[in-house]
């Protein structure tokens, strides 16, 4: 009865592991990992919260009109280590960032490298480069 217990509850244990490691990494689903795009604009808004921050980016399309764009980048710490705070990225600021767009098409993406001024930072998911 014992054994059989403890074999449940480490079944149990893998089971919300691997569950938590597949809603992370959901990322795949989302974005498309294999495609990659450059995007040049003005940063509207900076929200510094995990697990995620997130950029608002205005984009000019070649028609005169612009998009606003929402772009995930690392976790606060990873931007911190790099260098990113709450502070270094002001509204209004030109940015240029290389992104994994949304599967969907929606104006979403997931920020590979951001590059500040003549300063280029390399962001990554959580579990390292893709």
Do not use: C
């Amino acid at each position: 009865m014992k054994r059989w217990v403890m074999g449940l509850a480490a079944l149990g244990g893998l089971v919300m592991v691997d569950a938590a490691l597949q809603a992370h990494h959901a990322v795949a689903g989302i974005y498309d990992l294999n495609k990659e795009m450059v995007l040049e604009g003005r940063l509207k808004k900076l929200n510094f919260t995990n697990p995620h921050a997130s950029i608002e980016l205005t984009v000019p399309n070649k028609d005169g009109t612009f998009t606003d764009w929402v772009l995930t980048t690392a976790s606060v710490q990873i931007l911190t280590r790099q260098g990113v705070n709450k502070t270094s990225i002001k509204p209004g600021e030109l940015l240029k960032v290389t992104i994994l767009p949304a599967r969907n098409g929606n104006p979403a993406g997931f920020i590979r490298n951001l590059q500040l001024g003549d300063k280029s930072i390399q962001l990554y998911f959580e579990d390292g480069p893709n």
